[in-house]
């Protein structure tokens, strides 16, 4: 269930409520399209014990001829009866992109990260299997009743005492499935997941192979991969373990019921059932009651538990965040267990507070951050330097609210980060990321994008501090139109800075963000930051940036500590080692 109440039950419903012309133009056609699961057995028993057995070829024809115009009832209502499945599940899928897609576009807003294409990419197949799965559901649910309606009047019409042998191994194949449908949802939900963890370690290596190979960190890529790979396949062989069960059911509610008849058959006679009425009832059960209930128990086993996945995946992620691999969405409100008493409101300043935090990727993946407590008060400057992938900006997407930890608080201006809205958080703080977002627009509206509306004056002020004043002459002034694939990479993270500088969030935080800089431009922005009323985090690119802070934090492991670089020379190896690298000249 989502924080609005959303479930994935509800949705459905209101998809059916909204579209109840279709619904209803579905049931009608759907007695044609299983016209001749009422027909078959009737005709036969008849064409047979009217007909043929009795020297009446043409009775039994007759019969068979009904047979036929049944049968292409059925083709011209499968026809409509798909157009109606149609128009209910494809509005369905055109809300459902909606949602994702304004979710995207607000969390690109709320964060001043870019917009996450490759989540909407990855969430749009999650609404593409939606749809199918609903489609798919909606096909078997009803043709399975409907048909099962069909054989019981038709079994009951021929003879009502054969009833029982039919309908007692469908009900009982029936409840074996429904039993086993929790556990199969469970699987295939972690069959999904292993899917998706095994796709993002993959991408996650792809992108830092220059770093991997740097670092001789083969090894461990490779077995983290290899994990996330095991998990998968382990998933797969659960999920396909339970798929015999399907057929076990299949079996009790749709064969028995043959072999039951086939045995009774000396009593049936007996009681005065014809070879039409046997033969009818097999026909019956052999033409619609078993592919009926094939038809469900795969349609609901893989469709039902895929649609179930799916749109909880898109309620859960969609609508709120697509970037959060852990933990829970800026949007998601305040977590379960917060404590009574925890302050609320708005933040007074931008002092971060981090108690205690855990965060890893991912779940059973290692923790990238352990425990971690960190003091930064209102108007400091932390710079946090460490060796690469050590979790530096997982740091900064933490305080900034834009991960939540799994264990652990958060806190910015006193105020807990998960109580805050939408709209507090991006007052309240800007996360400028190493990839500098720029829209198309003009220069002007992607400076003001975060601010109230500046003036000319204040615009001209927070561009000279940063150091895009010749950047804004050459792009043609602030009404320019700006082209975001012809800046230089170095070009958008100076008006992302001014952005930022221009923003009323007292908290900033910078993740290498000027790395595209030279060194003098680099130093100018930050400066200009260090100045700015507020708090400042940067994530050091240069150890320069960790001379011109306040205090530097210096991640190590999951271990993390902080000091001001007299302090760390003296305590930590880490932080003497980077800077005497750093410092060293170069090997000839
Ligand atoms: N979205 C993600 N999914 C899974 N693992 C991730 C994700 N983002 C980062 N990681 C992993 O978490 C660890 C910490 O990453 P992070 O980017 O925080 O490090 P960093 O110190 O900022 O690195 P760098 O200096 O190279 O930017 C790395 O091992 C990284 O591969």
Redo the contacts with the bound molecule.
Sequence with gaps: MTRDGTTVGGVLRAALARRRRHVVRLLLWSFAETAPSFVSGLAVAHALDDGFAVGRPAVGFGWLCILTAAWLAAAIGARQVLLAIAGIVEPFRDDLLTRVVAGTLHRAAATGRGQDTAAVARLNRQVELARDAFAAVIAVVRSFAFSVTGVVLGVWSLMGSVLPLVLLPLLAGLALFVTSLPSMAARQRRAILAEEGTA??LA?MVD?LR?VRACGAEGRVAARVGRAVDEQAGAATGLARLTSVRTLSLAVGGWLPILLVLAATPSLVRDGATAGVVLGTLTYVAQSLTPALGSLVQGIGVNGVRLTVALERILTTGGNTTTL?AGRSPEAGPPRGTPRGTPRGTPRGGAVRMRGVTFA??LG?EP?VAGLDLEVPDGEHLAVI??????????A?LAAGVLRPKEGRVLIGGVPVDTLGRAALSRTRVLIP?EAYVFRGTLGENLAYLADSPGSIELDAAVAAVGMTDLAARLGGYAAEVDPAALSQGERQLIALTRAYLSPARLVLL??ATCHLDPAAEARAEEAFARRDGTLIV?AHRLTSALRADRILV?DGSRAMSGTHAELMDASPLYRDLMGRWEAPAPA
């Design positions: 993002a370690s996650a830092g770093d691999p990727y991912g993946a990238v460490g060796p690469s992938g050590i979790g530096k900006s997982t740091v997407a190493q993740d290498e994530v991640m």
